[in-house]
């Protein structure tokens, strides 16, 4: 959509923007800075040193931790994806009712509070006699991977021409054919951010995680909760940093994936 | 044609299966977990269903064993709904000219500018926190600047308290108040505003006669998107606040931890469930209301 520049309303509103985006990066600029401080004391500053980010990957419960949320995250958010994927195929020509009803389905895991579906699975896992453990977060996680792959995933398709899909039905394609040769090419960028976002929010999530995990099954932000616990130190800062940096790029990516333009993905079939 | 529908319905089931299962299925379990008898060590006494939990929200048995009053419970929802209004407030004070300001710019720098609110509410909430720590304890980044500058002298005390709390949830959830009123600004018909200065408007009436009632659904999308996660709201006030902070998502916990009452806890849950429920019904008359008046 083109639009002029639109006028300006309020006085004052670039120096608000501005003070909002100061506000927003102060405290990942002041982490990153404070991650690389040489000194052991958290707030004076004693030179520029990478030291506390060697103590990090020297330490083996750190490692077990992020082992575990490696193996959580990428498995929910393959699972996660695959769901959605086919939940977005399957709803794409559904009829009005069953898709807001699917919708509203798929839209629960972000719209109940995550405390409250804490508390639910827990509650279910305990009383069904599901072991806590990796597992249990696995399917927890799961559930709030799907609305997060699925967004993505449905505006990639709505922005797909059904004739397509029509036209590979019509030439002898099975379901099958239909869906490697033609659909997920088409829709690779919008399953892959949504990949990407259901990755990080499984890496990234905590409450759930806090529930639902045994104590055998310590992920990255459950370890780093209880070190914030017991204090403040150079460690924290650099291990919450790195997990910083790992959000940012994946983020970036998952975004570019967004932003690539459709023509490209139809040039080549319609060449 | 009815194999093609079969065959969407086989693609789309387990999904729908599985959310059913571990999604719907436990919120009803945690219902009836509420109506049970809290169990000898812990967990529930099945079968025995009483209104136990709910009753604790209010009352409180006495050192004679009587009911009384108690409305300990009653102020940690009280100030949760205030914190939870208050960020609310400060996110669209803070997020409408943001939000304004980006509709001024080139759509290229306006989607970087979209990137740059987002990316902050995809790093993990604690570190979010955790970096807000570094900035308001005391001797803190804040404390230093403050008394580098001369502006104060002793420790702020800021950390702990329920300022500080209010600070870790504006920050965490101002790109959702945003994002919607950013979209909803940027649909906005450009005519409209121009024909309200072509028919002798100035700039405060245009804002307040046009541009915010047809950007309402934003801000109702907004507020709510921002005060239904502070409501229940865990790590801020647990990481920030402190122990005299306490918010609905921290007492919840506790029931599942220290205090071992699952009963209690699921009651909590489901209360703060209803309340959110309650909020969207009001916000889904409030948007259709707006759609019918322009």
Aim: net charge positive; with cysteine; glycine share 8%.
């Amino acid at each position: 959509m083109k639009r002029e520049r639109a006028p300006r309303l309020m006085t004052g509103a670039g120096v608000v923007a501005a003070l909002t985006f100061a506000f927003l990066y102060l405290p990942i600029v002041t982490l990153v800075a404070l991650s690389f401080n040489a000194n052991d004391l958290t707030t004076i500053w004693g030179g520029f040193s990478p030291k506390w980010y060697g103590v990090v990957v020297a330490n083996d419960d750190i490692l077990r931790a992020t082992r575990n949320s490696l193996i959580v995250a990428g498995t929910a958010s393959l699972a996660g994806t695959a769901a959605s994927l086919a939940a977005a195929l399957g709803l794409a020509g559904a009829g009005r009712w069953e898709r807001t009803l699917a919708e509203g389905l798929l839209a629960l895991p972000l719209l109940v509070p995550e405390i409250v579906t804490a508390v639910a699975l827990l509650l279910t896992f305990v009383i069904v006699g599901f072991p806590l453990g990796l597992t249990s977060v696995i399917i927890a996680h799961t559930v709030f991977c799907i609305p997060f792959a699925y967004y993505p995933i449905r505006s990639r398709l709505a922005a797909l021409d059904p004739a397509l899909m029509e036209a590979a039905s019509d030439l002898y394609a099975s379901p099958w054919q239909r869906f490697m040769r033609i659909e997920l090419p088409l829709l690779a960028p919008g399953v892959l951010a949504g990949a990407l976002l259901a990755f990080i929010s499984s890496l990234g999530d905590f409450v759930i995680t806090y529930f639902v995990a045994g104590p055998g099954a310590t992920t990255l932000p459950v370890y780093i909760y209880g070190m914030i616990r017991v204090g403040v130190t150079p460690e924290v800062n650099a291990l919450t940093a790195i997990l910083l940096f790992v959000t940012i790029a994946v983020i970036t990516v998952a975004f570019l994936l967004g932003q690539r333009p459709e023509t490209d993905q139809n040039g080549g079939i319609e060449s | 044609m009815i194999g093609q529908r079969t065959h969407k319905i086989v693609q789309t089931a387990p999904t729908m299966v599985f959310l059913a299962v571990f999604m719907i299925a436990p919120l009803v379990l945690m219902a009836y977990v509420s109506v049970l008898e809290r169990g000898a060590f812990g967990g529930v006494a099945w079968g025995k269903l009483t209104g136990v939990a709910y009753e604790k929200l209010l009352m409180e048995h006495d050192l004679l064993g009587n009911l009384v009053f108690n409305g300990d419970y009653i102020s940690i929802f009280a100030r949760s709904f205030e914190l939870a209004a208050i960020t609310s407030a400060l996110t669209l004070a803070v997020g409408l000219p943001t939000a304004l300001y980006m509709t001024t710019l080139a759509p290229r720098r306006a989607t970087m500018m979209l990137f740059l609110v987002t990316l902050p509410f995809w790093t993990n909430l604690l570190v979010r926190n955790f970096a807000w720590i570094l900035i308001l304890r005391n001797g803190g980044q804040l404390d230093r600047f403050l008394q580098g500058t001369g502006l104060t002298r002793g420790p702020l005390d800021i950390l702990y308290t329920p300022v500080a709390t209010g600070i870790g949830l504006t920050y965490s959830f101002l790109p959702f108040m945003i994002l919607p009123v950013y979209v909803a600004l940027q649909r906005i018909d450009p005519r409209l505003i121009e024909a309200a200065f072509d028919l002798g408007a100035d700039r405060l009436r245009v804002l307040t006669r046009v541009v915010i009632p047809l950007a309402a659904p934003g801000i109702a999308a907004g507020v709510v998107l921002v005060f239904v996660p502070c409501l229940g709201a865990y790590v801020s006030p647990e990481l920030l606040g402190g122990g005299k902070s306490l918010m609905i998502g921290n007492l919840i916990e506790a029931q599942f931890g220290a205090s071992r009452n699952w009963p209690f806890g699921a009651a909590l849950a489901l209360v703060l469930v209803g309340v959110l429920l309650l909020s969207l019904a009001l916000l889904s008359r409030l948007q259709r209301r707006t759609r019918r008046t322009p």
